[in-house]
């Protein structure tokens, strides 16, 4: 017997499934003399399976290596550490030592075993971390969380960088009268793709799961949610996604329950994956891209992207001035098989191109489409069966000067 | 007997070689009742060879298909006919018969055979030209240029869309008592990546060679200059290089004369890429990217790339802030070999980064390159003999809002 999913949005996040806990602190990691909450811990004194999907840049930050290393080991996974502000990425051999550090002094604050818990970093690049400033609040932070702490939306704010608000979301579901809960925090802001971005997102559940297949559920899931954003064709070298499942909800993955898990998980994702996109830096619209027929999934992929990253394209939308014909410039260049005069192409549900031929006189309707804060553009390729949905943002000014300087 | 080239910039351009006309005229192509020239034909009374190389975005205008169908087919050519305004790109039937009729009336106009002119045009995609006022405007032209107008800077004025200024240069050199000349008109400004971009070159040569040898010798100079460059990554739908010679000096190409024509087209290439990137659309910066070390010249090129059309790269130049973590970020997504602890990098030639170590003590040295209006990133990857230069401009608040609509 299981029930529908339960869903909100603002929520505590990691601290709504059982036996989670988490809270922040000020660690001053941008050197600034003030009480930015720069530092969180999540912790499950239970031991949890994890999982993780990381950045596919070829520069890794520190911590993403510590990550996938403990990760591979397989130990049981008890918290998390992380810190904004600084990404600890090119930064030699005392960053790897910074990183690994951060770890150890989680794990004996929290009388932890060795390599249990996972390091995240976020922010600036190429500077070294305060680590005095951060082993204090670790050791604070360690404290509150064993006693019980569930600051979650404390948490959720201390990681983040450029972003302007808190992400947070909880999904729920009943099986034989027991709830299962899947919560998660994300930061998200520039570099937004195309595989993952300075985006760290983090999900805690309390069903019981091995790693094997909770790895192969977030898999799937990302490729449609956290993969499937962009805001400004950047892809960060601290770019993280880290599951944990600690199975205090007494109900474990299982064929009745799977189908049911992987819709909460994916709920949660997703709905962290559009809270990103919505609050990237400084832009004004987000534009879900929805490519179909094409000749295959991968086409339709680059398509999407080719359209989403386009300069000329995103600034258009910013204008509120819908020139397809930037579309068809960006999507002739995507490296898909098209023919240009079998495309069709509308904003919402109004067609500007069908079968090649522009639909001038609907103009003034799909106008109207792009003067608002959310929309959809449809493509249909007439090549195959290859589909993919991207949600990208606009440009603007804004942008440009936020991220001028440091 | 062979001397040095001679090279001069804001020249006549096309009509400098012997034997060749040009002029331009107004068709008010924008339908704004303006006296703007925006049409212009190159004439050549003596057959021309020609070769061209076009865009290679799969959404292709009119234009270029009818350029690409005459230079394959080897008929001598006598001219080319241009507009500005309107690309004639995403415009179905009727947009192809447009670009065949400006090839008829010019050829007829003209008294020259049948597919004896080429035909670009350039400008906003997806309406029709106004057909009436730029036949119109084709045989005032021809008029002019079968009675020997050399209006070489007004042509180069007619091809102009957002750019600034004319682009033009001249190349000379003597054999044998006999001049050479090479002349070349561009326009430019947004949609310049990675393969050309909103982009039309034109040069003329009164040189003799066969187009087959021709071709040869553009294609490996358009790699280095036409295709070398970039401003918003966008890459257009009418790219098009055409070159044509028509052996009115009396030299002609051999193993003498090939190493100086062939110097002498680059320059003029060179000359005409670098004006393009810096006329780019509200830029500030020309920055010039030099990549060695790479472990192959295409490793080296994605890097370039990578970096040369990162948005936060792009906004740090414009802010005059070099935050060289932004491009260790972006050279790590550029699919390329790389060993982050073995890279240089340097602002001119101040060092940044030494095999992966910051140098912070030189920042305001590097701060100060960065804030010229032209400065070189040189990045030694150490990883072989791969090479690339690209040269790119900044991002600005300007584009957003010039592009933002039409």
Redesign the interface.
Do not use: F
């Given at each position: 017997m299981s029930s529908e999913i339960q869903f909100k949005e603002d929520t505590a996040g990691v601290t709504d499934p059982k036996g989670f806990f988490a809270t922040a602190a000020s660690a001053d990691v941008r050197n600034k003399q003030d009480e930015r909450l720069d530092a969180g811990i999540v912790y499950s004194p239970t031991p949890c399976s994890a999982v993780g999907v990381f950045t596919?840049?070829?520069?890794?930050a520190a911590p993403v290596s510590d990550c996938e290393r403990i990760l591979d080991s397989g130990t049981p996974i008890h918290g998390i550490v992380v810190n904004s502000g600084n990404?600890n990425?090119?930064?030699?051999t005392q960053g790897i030592a910074d990183s690994l550090e951060m770890i150890r002094a989680s794990e004996s604050a929290c009388s932890a075993p060795r390599d249990s818990f996972l390091v995240c970093s976020t922010g600036?690049?190429?500077?070294l971390l305060p680590m005095d400033r951060i082993s204090q609040a670790i050791s604070i932070m360690a404290r509150l969380v064993t006693q019980g702490a569930t600051a979650g939306a404390g948490f959720a704010q201390s990681i983040l960088t450029s972003d302007t608000r808190n992400k947070t979301c909880t999904a729920t579901f009943e099986v034989d009268g027991k709830t299962v809960t899947v919560g998660g925090a994300a930061k998200g802001a520039?570099?937004i793709q195309p595989n993952m971005a300075t985006m760290l997102a983090f999900v805690t559940t309390d069903i019981g799961v091995e790693s094997s297949e909770l790895k192969a559920l977030l898999l799937d899931v990302v490729a449609h949610t956290f993969n499937a954003i962009t805001v400004?064709?950047?892809?960060?070298?601290n770019d993280t996604v880290l599951v944990l499942a600690n199975g205090e909800s007494g109900v474990t993955l299982d064929t009745q329950t799977e189908a049911l898990f992987k819709e909460a998980l994916y709920k949660v994702c997703d709905c962290l994956a559009d809270k990103i996109v919505a609050d990237g830096e400084r832009i004004t619209k987000v534009v879900e891209i929805l490519i179909s027929g094409a000749a295959s999934d991968g086409d339709a992929e680059n398509i999407a992207r080719a359209i989403g990253?386009?300069?000329?394209v995103k600034?258009?939308w910013?204008?509120?001035?819908p020139?397809?014909?930037?579309l068809?410039?960006?999507?002739?260049?995507?490296e898909?098989q098209?023919d240009?005069?079998a495309i069709d192409i509308s904003y919402d549900d109004v067609p500007a191109?069908v079968s090649?031929?522009?639909v001038p006189e609907n103009k003034p309707k799909w106008k109207e489409v792009v003067s608002k804060p959310r929309f959809a553009i449809k493509i249909d390729m007439h090549q195959g069966e290859g589909k993919f949905r991207l949600r990208a943002s606009d440009?603007?000014?804004g942008?440009?000067?936020f991220?001028?300087?440091?």
């Open positions: 596919k840049n070829a520069v890794k990404a990425a090119c930064t030699g600036r690049i190429g500077e520039g570099m400004d064709g950047d892809m960060s070298t990253n386009s300069l000329l600034t258009s910013y204008g509120n001035d020139n397809w014909g930037r068809m410039d960006a999507l002739g260049y995507a898909a098209i240009q005069y191109l090649g031929d522009p440009l603007t000014e942008y440009v000067d991220n001028k300087s440091e």
